[in-house]
């Protein structure tokens, strides 16, 4: 049950600077540990996330073994335009999670 | 002794005493979220940042799902959760007739599975269980805890506040060493609080996960290097109750931030 929590304001003015923050589901198991058969526990943490604005790239991060779980980014972008963002986390495992959400720029 | 060196000693008393009296009077009592720095607060209280949310989220789904031989869910009998589970954590763990003895929230979470899903019960500390409590408890948050006036639990109250006072382990402590005495010091760099279940099921910075109380305790008892009671153990239950009797009053953080 993989579940994405995002806030963007609903509304802002034009050329007002706000602030995103994205918090996604995720172990992010490090490939580090070991079990107590001492087998390796093998690696899952997401390794890249991607904001879109309308379509375009506005925001890209890559992710290592070091971040914690459960891993949360925020960011702020200046506001121009109504529409849409959309979010993209991908990882190991074949991990492919997406969301979005809308803004009004008055 | 020269002057000056008893006057310093005389001061150091004075201060010394009156920090103590200052930081300690009976009845004060603190959640763990007094004691955290801003930064961890800051997650507590933003509903996008906090990832006990997380839990929450399955929950809401879990809530709805059909489960068991009974092909039935939560929602079928309780309704809408903002109302049926309002008012619901803050009064466990309670009484339960038929066993005759409290359970706590997870355990009453399987009990109605079993009873009225005819589902089997959910492992402790499963994500799906934790998400369920942090669910329920999470309906809420804000409300005062009310947990101690049932007459029916006045003797296991009596036995959590027993294990609470009992030392144990190869470090020969209790629960109240710490967490009635020292809760104004510091243990290895970490406060000690006072020891107040707000927050449960809570997510944990350390744990990188959600926890139930039962695991919290289980990772103190282990602390003090004893040997910690299996989950569900009746032990674990009156130690839930007697402390959640001991935070009669304080407002339900749900799911809380603890570093």
């Not at chain 2, 399987?110 to 409590?133: I, W």
């Not at chain 2, 996960?209 to 282990?222: A, F, K, P, W, Y």
Request: hydrophobic fraction near 40%.
């Amino acid at each position: 049950m993989a579940a994405a929590l995002i806030n963007v304001p609903a509304r802002a003015k034009r050329g007002d600077i706000i602030e995103i923050k994205t918090l996604m589901s995720h172990i992010m198991e490090t490939g580090y540990r070991r079990t107590a058969a001492g087998d390796l526990v093998t690696r899952d943490i997401v390794t890249s996330f991607t904001c879109r604005y309308n379509g375009k790239e506005i925001f890209h991060a890559d992710l290592f073994p070091a971040i914690a779980a459960n891993p949360f980014l925020s960011f702020f972008i200046v506001a121009q335009d109504s529409g849409k963002f959309e979010f993209e986390w991908i990882g190991d495992r074949g991990f492919s999670e997406t969301a979005s959400a809308s803004i009004t720029v008055e | 002794m020269s002057l000056p060196c008893a006057r310093s000693l005389v001061a150091l008393l004075l201060t010394g005493f009156s920090v103590h009296a200052a930081e300690n009077p009976p009845g004060e009592r603190r959640s763990g979220y007094d004691f955290m720095a801003p930064d961890t607060r800051a997650i507590q209280d933003d509903d996008t940042a906090n990832p006990g949310m997380l839990w929450v989220l399955d929950g809401g789904v879990l809530w709805k799902r059909k489960e068991g031989n009974a092909g039935k869910s939560c929602a079928d009998c309780h309704g809408d959760a903002d109302n049926s589970m309002k008012g619901v954590a803050p009064r466990y763990p309670a009484f339960d007739k038929t066993l005759g003895r409290p359970v706590d929230l997870e355990q009453r979470i399987n009990l109605e599975r079993t009873r009225h899903q005819e589902a089997p019960p959910l492992v402790y500390e499963s994500r799906d269980l934790l998400a369920l409590t942090a669910f329920v408890a999470r309906q809420s948050r804000g409300m005062a805890i009310a947990v101690g006036d049932d007459p029916e639990l006045k003797p296991f109250i009596a036995k959590g506040q027993e294990l609470f006072m009992l030392r144990q382990g190869q470090l020969n402590l209790a629960c109240s060493n710490c967490h009635d005495d020292n809760w104004d010091k510091r243990l290895a760099g970490s406060a000690i609080t006072q020891a107040h279940p707000t927050g449960y099921p809570l997510y944990r910075l350390e744990w990188q996960s959600v926890g139930s109380l039962q695991r919290r305790l289980r990772g103190c008892i282990t602390g003090i290097r004893a040997q910690p009671y299996d989950y569900g153990a009746v032990e674990l239950v009156e130690l839930e109750l007697f402390m959640m009797t001991r935070a009669q009053g304080m407002k339900m953080e749900s799911p809380a931030v603890r570093p």
